[in-house]
Every structure is written in structure tokens, then in C-alpha cells.
């Protein structure tokens, strides 16, 4: 069962029903039934059915899961409706996996906190939470996993890379949820050095860092959740820290949008009625869903990590690149919602065919990362590595 029929949501459900021995039978459910019963007809497989819910509803949707009974619930709804839907989930013993962390509605913060707050509640009702399966965080925990597998004996240096070289011809708009996104990008900038958390002003630190196929872009440096999992669970990393790229031009809009008070989260009156800026700015904005067509580019995110094997230094580039064109032709969509939703797909693949088990709530990287990258490279994102080169990064 997939909640959430936006940008994300569309690529999980063209995904998950391009594997029909696995995904059997298909419920897409969303605030907005329409947008579910669009993207099935796009689809256009009899397995995929549709259902109209608020997540934010735990009776509703606790009635809804047992009356469908799914083996697992795919979280590609917002970050609010994280606890919602993972208390329905435990009423009704259900896996549970989703792509970004629990966001109180009134304070942009994220942390892992409220949903690791779940592990003895899920491991009591015999059941699992996957956490944070999409990109970034997502593939960026498993290709992480996969280098201390395969190339490490200790990871110290950490570098999550992600840029979007790509163009949709829109003066201004956002890849994923606009709310979301901007309540990231406007945040205090965090990374972690020698067992501490330093925080930086928002988008204070920023360099330019080459990236494979596409060249140097100056990319910023952001906090991002992936980075508080992936300390405590290599816990020899010294250093973690997390780049995105934005244009000039996005980065000016930001600023006006933020100067008269656009981005702010905080309700005010208006014609005698409360709103909540953001929300109207998320209202005027393109919806990720819609930038697919015409969108030139590509993307380009991986791990730069540098430790040692054997008492030798050693450095390993892992990456994906995925083209928006292509992404468009195969689904529909653009590469920041592709990029998504394939691994969300293969990640409730992973669970449903028992590659990943247990019980409880874990972050990605906590499972065996091979069976996962075999997928990526199945299923539309494959990805490339260089050992002991020197880190684009670090130049
Ligand atoms: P969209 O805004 O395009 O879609 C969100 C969907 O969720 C919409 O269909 C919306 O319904 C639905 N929704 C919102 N509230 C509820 C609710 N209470 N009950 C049921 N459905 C609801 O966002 P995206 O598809 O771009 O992003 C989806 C998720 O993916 C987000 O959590 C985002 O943070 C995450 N993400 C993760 C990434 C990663 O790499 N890990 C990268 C990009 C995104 P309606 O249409 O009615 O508004």
C-alpha cells in the first residue's frame, strides 16, 4: 500500500507494478483520490486500485490498512504524517517504510528522535519500520554501507554529494514538496566533526565541487538527516557533512522570498483568517509532479569517503547520474522524484522478499547493502565507483 500520490508517489506506483511477482496486488491512497486514479490510469494495470485517505486520520487509515491488509506500507505522503501512519501501522502489525524523517508541523526541525522513540513498540508487535528510503537519505546510507562492507576497515570522512544539473525552464520551483524543501534549505546549515554537531548560518559554507559528467557547481553545505544515522551507526566516521547544489538564480528568489517573509512557517491574518506564509508560497509554486516535461539534465549524488583498509589510506567515489529525460520517458517524472521513488520500490521489495528482516525500526544501512545495489542497477539507477582517486571534495 502506497500513501502519497504526489511526484515521489507516482514513480513508487509505476515502479512497484512493473514487478507484479512481488507486488501482487497494488493500493495507491492519497488526500486527493483524483490524483491516485490519474496515475493509475497512466499505469494502467489492473492490479493498482486507489483509495482516498488522510494519513493524518489514524482511525481512518487504521481501518483502511485492515481492511486492505498490506504487507508493508510505503510512506511517500509528507514528513507530518510520518507518526500518524506509523501508529496505524502498529494497531495493525504492518512493515512500514518510508523516505524522509518525522517534521513537526510548527518548527522546522528534523531529527530521528520521534521515530526511533517506536523500536520497542515495533519489535513487540513483530514488525519493522524502514527509515529514510529514498536518495538521500536512501541510497546514500546503502552505498555508505556498501564501502564499509566491501572497501573499509574504518570509515573517517564522509561526503554526501547531490546536484541537479538540470533545467525545467520555470522561473522558480522547487524538485520535491515546496513546504518541505524550503523548510530544509532555510534551516541552520549542521555538520558532525570529532563527536560534535557544528552549526553554520544558513547556506554559510559553499565551494565548488566537481561532479561526474557534469563539471563544477558550487554546492552548499546543508544539514541533512542521513548524517545523524549513518554517526551513530559507523560510529569511526570523524567527519560528516552533506552538499547540495542550487543555480545563482534560485538562490536570489530564495533570498527576496525569504526577506519579505515568504518562507516563514509562522501563521499570520489574513482578510480574517490565519495562514501560514509557506503554505500559500506552496500553493502559487509548480507542483514537483508537473516539471517532468521538458526538464533538461541531469542529477548527479553520491558518497566521497575516505578511511582505511589494510593500514593503507584509501578513498571511494560511489554515484549515480539519472538523466531527467529518461526518467520522464520511462514514468512520467522528473530525476529528483525518480531518484525517490525507485529505491523506496526496491527497498519495500527488499523486506517483502525477506533480503532485509527483523523487527523494530532501522535505517538502511543497518541491512546487507548488496542485494539493494544489485537492484539499483536493475531497476534504473545504476551506479558507478572509483577506489583510491582523489575525492572531487576534498580539491
Ligand atoms: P508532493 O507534494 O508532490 O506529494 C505529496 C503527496 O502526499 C501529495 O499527493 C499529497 O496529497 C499527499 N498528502 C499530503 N498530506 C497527506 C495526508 N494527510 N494524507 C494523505 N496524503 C497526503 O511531494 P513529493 O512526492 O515530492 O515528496 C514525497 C515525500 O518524499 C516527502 O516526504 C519528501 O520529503 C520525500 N522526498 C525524499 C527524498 C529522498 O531522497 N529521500 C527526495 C525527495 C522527496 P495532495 O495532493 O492532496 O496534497
Redesign the pocket.
Known sequence: MI???????AVVAHKCASVPEVFEDILL????KE?CDKIAAAIGKPNLHTAQ????DVPALTALISEYKPEIVIN??????DLHIMDACLATRTNYL???NYEPRDKAKFEYSWQWAYQDRFKEAGIMAVL?C?????VSGVYTAYAAKHHFDEMHYLDIVDCNAGDHGKAFAT???PE?NIREITQHGRYYENGKWVETEPMEIHKPISYPNIGERESYLLYHEELESLTKNFPTIRRARFWMTFGQKYINVLNVLQEVGMTSIKPIMYEGKEIVPLQFLKAVLP???TLGENYKGETSIGCQIRGIKDGKDRTCYIWNNCKHAEAYKEVGAQA??Y??GVPAMIGAKMVMTGKWGGKGVFNVEEFDPDPFMDDLNRYGLPWNEQIDEALPVEQ
Open positions: 500513501i502519497g500520490a504526489g511526484g515521489v508517489g491512497a492519497s488526500r486527493t490524483k485517505i488522510d494519513a493524518d511517500v505522503a509528507l514528513p507530518y504524517q518510508d523516505t524522509a529514510g529514498g536518495f538521500d537519505p536512501g524538485n520535491f514538496n518541505i507542483e514537483p509532479s529528483v522524484s531518484t525517490t
